[in-house]
């Protein structure tokens, strides 16, 4: 391996490395990885930084940690190259703009789905992924785990699995692009106001504000998108 990261603020570099232990040491599903206590020497990274990364790798489900037993390679990296071959998804910046805007899309159906479908235990469920939200950003912690749980319910309250798979699988390729090769840390921060409005215009099954409200949210983040293209 290389050597250690230095700059222990970017989590994205420890994504990477984790990424690249996985590639170079040919490791496939199910696996065993190094323990934290022995990823921390490799690296010279803190436990905190660590732990959250992996958060962001299970939510990805490039790795799967089991309490008490390790962590193992998990299935997330095939599942994203089966995607890439079916779409001919390659790691372009200017791509990502194209996927935002096929969500774009896709997700005003969704709401006009979930309007319809979503049951009022489930919408409890989402406000208190919302509620978990909410609390990391007071606190100004990671919030990547509980950003992803809150998108994924809801994609799931739409009751069609193909759907919802092909959903996930663009949030997949776009999780990717914000680490690499954009780099971006908070890609989601601007967007973070829109998720309470959201959860809200659902709950009182509004259609069309939920919609005008999703589109916002989008809106932001493929503003920030373009604001980094634009620097280079």
């Known amino acids: 391996m290389t050597a250690p990261i230095k700059r222990i603020s970017l989590q994205s570099e420890i994504i990477k490395y984790i990424q690249s232990y996985i590639e170079e040491h040919g490791l496939k599903e199910g696996d065993r990885l190094p323990s934290q206590g022995e990823f921390i020497e490799m690296m010279q990274v803190s436990r905190t930084a660590l732990r959250e990364a ?26 994203k190259q089966s995607v890439e071959a079916l779409l001919g998804f390659t790691l372009e910046k200017e791509k990502l703009l194209e996927v935002l805007e096929a969500r774009r899309a896709m997700e005003n159906e969704l709401i006009h789905m979930i309007i319809r479908t979503a049951t009022e235990e489930e919408l409890d469920d989402l406000g208190r992924s919302l509620a978990a939200l909410i609390k990391k950003i007071d606190a100004g912690e990671q919030d990547t785990a509980e950003d992803k749980a809150f998108h994924d319910k809801i994609y799931k309250m739409c009751h069609n699995e193909v759907f919802y798979k092909l959903l996930l699988l663009l949030n ?25 409005e959201l959860y809200y215009a659902l709950r009182e099954r509004n259609e069309k504000k939920a919609q005008r409200i999703n589109h916002k949210l989008l809106d932001s983040v493929y503003k920030e998108i373009v604001r980094q293209l634009r620097k280079e």
Request: aromatic share 14%; no cysteine.
């Open 54 to 79: 992996f958060k962001t790798l299970e939510a990805d489900r490039i790795v799967e940690v089991k309490n008490g037993k390790g962590i193992y390679v998990g299935s997330g990296e095939q599942e």
């Open 172 to 196: 997949e390729y776009t999780d990717r692009l914000w680490q690499f090769p954009l780099d971006m840390k908070e890609p989601f921060k601007a967007s973070m106001p829109y998720h309470g």
